[in-house]
Structure formats: C-alpha cells, structure tokens
C-alpha cells in the first residue's frame, strides 16, 4: 500500500497549485515527456491516442460537409510569405527560418508554417478558374512551428498538431455562411464529444486573426477561472484573394475574386480536457473521447481462471463496441487501480475468484467514484449506462462551473474587482474602441474573449469609459 500511496502524492493538488498540478497530470498519466528540443513535446501513446480519437471524430464530421482533405508543404518561400501584409505582420514575430539547404546557403529563406494561408492561396491562384470549380473545402492535419517563449504541454509549444480547413466561395454569402457553421461544428463537437461547454461569438477587430475580415471563436472556461480559445473560424473575405490574384469566371463570364474561410483547432483540447474535467487523482476523459472507455483489473490473478474470465469479459465488451483492455500486469491491484484513476479510463471493473464464484464484478465509475457490485450476464447493460451516463453528466457539471463563475459587472471599479478576486469571465458591456480594450489589459491583464452570439444589455455604458455601449463582451484572462 506504501506504493499506491506514493503514486497519489506525485500528484500536486489542483487547490494547492494549479499549474503544478496541471503539469504533474501530464507527467503521471504519461500523455507528454520532455523533449531535448527546447519548447517542443514527445506526445507519448496515451496522449496520441487521445489525439486520434479527436481526429477521427473531426475528420468525420467536416467530411459530412462536403471537406476534403489536402496536403501542403511545410516550407513557405519568404516572398510568398510577403504577399498578405498584415497577415505576415501578425506572424513575423513567431516565425522560424531556413536558411540553409545542407551546407550552400539558400537564395531565398523559408519559414517553416506558422499555418498555411499563403500556401492555399498560392495553389487556389494556379487551380481556380470558373465558377464550376467552386466551391473548394479543403482541410489538412499537419503539424505547425510557432516560436513561443513560454511554453507549456499542449497549452502552448513550438510545435504543435492541428487542422486547418482553408475553403473558397464564389459569394460573400457562401463564406460567411460555411465560417458560422465550422465554428457551430467545433462547438457542437466540444458539448458533445468532450463534454466542455463552450461559448461562442465574434473576436474583436484587435483579436481577430491577422489578415481576417472577422474572426468566430469558442471560448471554454477552464477549473482555475481561466479561460482557454479552444477552436477558431475566420472570414477573409475577398482581401487574400486580391493579394494572391485568386479569380474566376462567373456564369456571365466576368472575372471576379473569391472569398475564402480558414478555421483550426489543435492539440491544446488535450489540455483544455484536463483542466476541465481532472481531479486530484488525475485525469477524469469523457467516455467518448478516453482511448480505453473500461479497464478490466484481475484480483488476485495468478488463481486459477481469474485471467481467463479477465479476457472473456474483455472480448465481451469489445464485441460489444467498447474500448477495453485487461491490466495483467504483476503490479498491486491498488496501483493498478490508482494508476487507472489517474489515466483518467471512465469505467473499471474488477473480478477475483470470489466474483466469479457469485458470477459478479465489482463496477467503478471513475468521476464519482462508485461502486455498484454487477452480475456477469448484466455488464454489457450497466456499462453502458455508466459510460451514457457520465458523458451526459460531465457537461452538466462543467457547465454549471462555468455559470457560477460568470459574473456581470457595471462599473471599471465593480469590474477590475471581480477579476482580481472572482477567477472567471466578466461580462460587462463595451463602447467598441480599441484604446479601452488596451486600458483594461493593462489594468487588469484580461482580454475581450468573445462578443457572444447571444447578446445581452445589462447597462448602457461601456465599462471602461463611460460612452455609450455597443457591444456585451465576456471578458476573462486566458491561456
């Protein structure tokens, strides 16, 4: 029991220190190591896994929508770079450079992708010429290099995973269109699939993507009261395609620009699920997103038949659409049932030869904690029911954290006081000038997160500066 024991305490408490907590959980539960490329990550199996898991349910449901997926290359030449500039202005500062091709000095320096507008526009220039051609959806998974001065594991790293959809419309109409419903897909897959409530609306004109007409985001409130952009949806309008000379030919047979969208997400939902759902024991996956959803523990295993009906309720419940494994290795069952708590898999089910004698198992459900002794013939139901069941109730809990840390504010007093000792998002009302965006940033180092879809007013004047109000903002220090 010394051991188990030990295993439970390498675990900083999330009350204690948040951040250490956080980084201990990425360790313990085995979904990250250190790497001797500084700012950069080994996602080990158990973190990849829950990657896929991800991917495969994105890729799904783009594809639903008519998305294809592409690859480009992961260099970008610096005058391609150059063409959008405020897009290259936005980045220049996270840029890495090639300069070298082996030991000869290349002609021209390349950047390694920071996200790849440029190239889709550079190839949309070259493959787009009629109407007929339109609309292009495509999306690619790749990896992207963005130099971070602080980083943290999936929060933010110098390299990290993610999508990237880039699509082309012949309308203004068409783009907005498809920007709302990849932002609506994102939000739609956050609810339901990771069980994160998520607010969405519009970025402010001074935290919309660099290059964009406007910018959609969905904004998730993490346990600390800060908030993380967990998926983004940008318009560009017509402005790349003027820049890169991206036209076609109308029914009418007149050349016009197309409008374009891009929308991404990346590994930090890793880290938004851990913030949102762990505990002190470790990680807590919701049943559809965990990469092992029931984890059978032998009791006792080296008996007779013990192993034997481990693997029998293994190829049970797999045959039955779950995903399970048998812990059969020589540890304790007490480490083995912390080391389970602490990957986070929903369910667990131990069996000893005192089980099967009654033709029984021990079920337990990983959030709560219970126990419920299940006859052999009835797992298959119960599981199910456990599995449905925390799914449904993960969202109700996390949702209910995130209303009760949301506070309203009236007054700059009222509103630098909430957030400096209310951790959370304000929402509080807002004149729409940028210098009062800088003005509350500076006093209180909090950002616009989102002006919500959902539009409330809850006072005339902006927080701030006292003018008149435009816009209800839900303010929030972020990730």
């Known amino acids: 029991m010394a051991n188990d024991k030990k295993f439970v305490e390498a675990i900083t408490s999330m009350e204690e220190d948040f951040a250490q907590w956080y980084t201990d959980v990425v360790k313990k539960a085995e979904l990250v190591d250190y790497s001797s490329v500084k700012g950069c990550m080994v996602i080990k199996p158990a973190g990849y896994a829950i990657w896929e898991n991800i991917q495969k349910e994105l890729d799904t449901r783009f594809k639903a929508t008519g998305v294809e997926n592409v690859y480009m290359p992961m260099f970008i030449p610096e005058s391609l770079l150059q063409v959008e500039k405020d897009h290259v202005e936005g980045f220049a500062p996270e840029v890495a450079w090639v300069t070298h091709g082996g030991l000869e000095p290349l002609q021209e320096r390349m950047c390694v992708r920071p996200t790849s507008e440029t190239l889709f526009c550079d190839f949309y220039a070259k493959d787009i010429h009629s109407h007929r051609d339109l609309p292009r959806l495509y999306n690619q998974w790749c990896s992207v290099v963005r130099w971070e001065k602080t980083t943290r594991p999936f929060l933010r790293s110098r390299e990290f995973l993610w999508q990237e959809g880039h699509t082309a419309h012949a309308t203004a109409q068409e783009a907005e269109e498809r920007t709302i419903q990849m932002l609506n897909l994102y939000a739609d897959f956050c609810e339901e699939v990771l069980a994160m409530p998520v607010v969405r609306g519009k970025k402010t004109d001074k935290e919309k993507f660099a290059g964009a ?25 017509d402005g790349f395609a003027k820049a890169f000379g991206i036209q076609y030919a109308d029914k009418e047979n007149k050349l016009q620009y197309v409008h374009q969208t891009s929308w991404g997400m990346t590994t930090r939902l890793i880290g938004a699920i851990i913030m949102v759902h762990g505990d002190n024991s470790g990680l807590v996956l919701p049943p559809k997103i965990a990469p092992t959803q029931v ?31 048998v812990d059969d290795t020589d540890k304790s069952p007490g480490w083995k049932f912390s080391e389970a708590e602490m990957r986070g898999i929903p369910v667990r089910v131990e069996i000893g030869p005192k089980d099967i004698e009654a033709n029984q198992c021990v079920v337990v459900r990983r959030d709560t904690r219970e126990k419920t002794v299940v006859s052999l013939e009835q797992l298959e139901t119960k599981v199910r029911e456990i599995l449905d069941t925390m799914q449904k109730e993960l969202l109700e809990r996390a949702r209910d954290h995130r209303e009760a840390h949301t506070y309203q504010a009236l007054n700059y007093d009222e509103f630098k006081e909430t957030l400096e000792t209310k951790p959370g998002f304000v929402k ?15 006093d209180t180092s909090a950002t616009s997160r989102c002006m919500p879809f959902s539009q409330e007013t809850i006072a005339s004047k902006c927080v701030c500066c006292g003018k008149d109000a435009k816009k209800l903002v839900y303010w929030g220090k972020a990730y």
């Open 213 to 237: 007409e406007s910018t959609y985001t969905i904004e998730a409130l993490m346990h600390d009261g800060k908030a993380l952009q967990s998926g983004t949806s940008h318009n560009f309008g």
């Open 295 to 325: 984890m059978i523990i032998p009791i006792q295993q080296k008996k007779e038949g013990v192993l034997e009906k481990s693997y029998a309720l293994k190829d049970e419940l797999f045959n039955a659409g779950f995903r399970v494994k």
């Open 428 to 442: 509080a009302m807002w004149c729409g000038e940028e210098a009062c965006e800088n003005q509350i940033k500076e």
